[in-house]
């Protein structure tokens, strides 16, 4: 995977697979609500967000992997991905700009899981029974982390599995704290907006890829 130093080409890198990840995981889901539901039972949580975790940083790492084979075989094929890709995104980030005209907030409900197995088997049918977990973690991620050179790859796959980190562990064990913010619909509002800004934002870096030798 080449040089594990924090270059300044590793940065921009991890970087970039830190706010796909977020921008992508950050939502208001089955899922979401879920883990706020056991943070605030204080049911399960270390067990809950580390298999929330592992299940995204497996998947990223799989669709990186799998779409960087995919795309050194043809730089055709890699274009038309490219392009694809830089497309999904913009209108994912379009389609986030106007949910954000509309108010919604998330709500952690009750009925959370009395044992860990039943925590885990709730939290495996709210991941992986989502077609969206796949799109999201080995189409999406994969695709702009199989467009980053070799050496590169490996930090985008830490920057993309921060980002689940980042967002599982704060909902989980800063339930406490957040559900009161969760729950106002302005809050999401604005949270939307930078969502769909930022992937806007990213759909650009795809683009130029795309449309290279063209």
Do not use: K
């Not at 605030?40 to 990186?64: I, K, Q, S, Y």
Request: glycine share 12%.
């Amino acid at each position: 995977m080449g040089t594990m130093d924090f270059s300044s080409h590793a940065l921009p890198v991890f970087t970039q697979g830190l706010t796909l990840s977020l921008g992508l995981i950050v939502a208001i889901g089955a899922q979401n609500a879920f883990v706020l539901r056991q943070g605030l039972r204080r049911e399960h949580v270390p067990g809950v967000v580390l298999f929330c975790v592992l299940a995204d940083v497996v998947m990223m790492a799989v669709g990186v992997a799998g779409m960087a084979g995919v795309l050194s075989a043809s730089a055709w094929l890699a274009r038309a991905l490219a392009l694809v890709g830089g497309a999904f995104l913009a209108v994912y980030g379009a389609r986030t700009l106007l949910r954000a005209r509309h108010a919604a907030a998330l709500h952690a409900g009750s009925g959370g899981a009395a044992t860990l197995r039943g925590a885990l088997a709730q939290a495996a049918a709210f991941t992986l029974l989502n077609p969206h977990f796949y799109l999201d973690t080995v189409l999406l991620i994969g695709n702009v982390g199989g467009q980053q050179p070799s050496a590169l790859r490996t930090w985008f796959v830490a920057g993309a599995g921060a980002g689940s980190v980042i967002w599982f562990t704060t909902l989980g064990f800063g339930a406490r704290w957040l559900a009161p913010w969760f729950a106002r619909p302005r809050a999401w509002q604005w949270l939307d907006a930078l969502t769909g800004t930022t992937m806007c934002v990213l759909s650009l870096t795809l683009l130029p890829r795309a449309l290279h030798g063209l």
